[in-house]
RNA sequence: GGAGAGGUGGCUGAGUGGUCGAAAGCGGCGGUCUCGAAAACCGUUAACCCCGUAAGGGGUUCCAGGGUUCGAAUCCCUGCCUCUCCGCCA
């Protein structure tokens, strides 16, 4: 959420802002609200302000055993309008969040303008594709032929989209979570948790996919709690209406947890194998830090998460979003695409944003720079540190051998029972 | 699921309709004393919003949301959460 008092005294700044985002607030429409409600909100303030002295009044009358019927009556009529203001200002309070929750966040001044993904600016690279002698296949003929997922009956058990993974994949899986936390917790410095996989409307709202990303999330039918769709919103909410102390900053949490994700809109694209699924495993680092540092540790998480692909041995780009393809929330952020050798092409597996205040504001998260300064919003950042289902593909594809194994990556042997080759 | 108790400031905890943003203690901060520290003593101690260049003024907040009343931390209703006991259960 953006400072309504930020958008009255930079409304132009504001509306360039949406505009390189391409969202659609409209800006003078809320300015011209916070007008209405503020000035109800000063009428209403001198009415309780009249109230309150009168009502001083009465109580001192009345223990002087004086007649205050005069003062009584003409409170009760103020009590009325007053009552009425409030409403007035109860409804205008309502319309103008409702609005102000649909602001997206501004583009920082490094984020590159343009419209979408093709404007996004190729940072670097990391390693090389995989020269193969044959044709790789794609990670869905090998993950079947090798007893690892099963595809037709993940598929019956909950629909298309959702993956059974059997045997040496299961475990393949666990062992990459496992890895991954490891690195994080012993070589990054992050805490491990473990939060609820389910949360309420308000924790949604605090990092930002609600209200406007209400068609994604899988809601239960009791309409108070969905599934998370990443562990950045129940972890990023932990301190969501506290103040902390500056010197508990900056905060960094990693965490496992399971994504759940209609991905509606998406349908008919990436529908093969596990490019696109509606539930999958991700390891997710998020670090609350001070704002003066956040645009460096956006650097740090960026590089938290390349140190996975690195030690996986899997080549893969950066890339730095442009406006346009920013998500809601997010200020700046650096995706990490790994190549996958059977697709022939790179895969999204981590994404790594900087949020500014933006989240922090929403979910009324504060820190006290030092004792006795005012609080202040803290910057949130996070970054998937890698969603599982494509790292597992660039594992597949990239290490495939000729006859069809696969050959383990050396860091995840020890996760595997030493196992070097998948056949 | 059933029965009961409770949610007050950084913490403990008092307060059952009137000058209560709230006693007291602890903690924090400042000061006196001291070479310094401790102790003692004195003072101080929240967040948010509106008007204002500022000084300052005003308002809101005692879990949340409604209500009663001239006036609510205090009374009523609803919800949420915590604790205890019983039942069920991984």
Known sequence: MLDIKFIRDNPDLVKDGIRKKYGDADIDHILDVDRQRREILTELEQLRERRNKVSGDIAVMKKNKEDAAAQIAAMKEVGQTISQREQQLRNIEEKLDGML?????????????????????????WGEPPQM???????????????????????????????????????????LINFMLDV????????????P???????????????????????????????????EVPITNIYANEILNGDELPKLFVAYTPCFRRE???????????IRVHQFDKVEMVRIVRPETSYNELEIITANAETILQLLGL?????LLASGDLSFAAAKCFDLEVWAAGLDKYLEVSSCSN?????????????????????????????????????????IENYQTADGKIVVPEVLRPYLGGAEIIE
């Not at 970054?383 to 593909?393: E, H, K, N």
């Open 101 to 125: 929750l649909l602001v997206p966040n501004l583009p920082h001044e490094s984020t590159p303008v343009g419209k979408d993904e093709a404007a996004n600016v190729i940072v670097r690279h």
């Open 133 to 175: 002698a044959f044709k790789p296949a794609p990670h869905w003929e090998l993950a079947a032929k090798l007893g690892m997922i099963d595809f037709e009956r993940g598929a019956k058990l909950a629909g298309s989209g959702f993956i059974l993974y059997t045997g040496v994949g299961a475990r393949l899986e666990r062992a």
């Open 184 to 195: 994080h917790t012993s070589r990054h410095g992050y805490i491990e948790v473990s939060p």
């Open 197 to 231: 996989f389910m949360v309420n409307r308000q924790t949604m709202t605090g990092t930002g996919q609600l209200p406007k990303m209400h068609e994604d999330m899988y809601q239960l039918s009791d309409e108070t709690l969905y599934l998370i769709p990443t562990a």
């Open 264 to 274: 509606a809109g998406a349908a008919g694209k990436d529908t093969r194998g596990l």
């Open 315 to 319: 080549s893969y780009r950066v890339c």
């Open 355 to 395: 949020f500014g205040d933006f989240q922090a504001r929403r979910m009324n998260m504060r820190f006290r720079p030092a004792e006795g300064e005012k609080p202040i919003y803290p910057h949130t950042l996070n970054g998937s540190g890698l969603a599982l289902p494509r790292t597992v593909i660039a594992i």
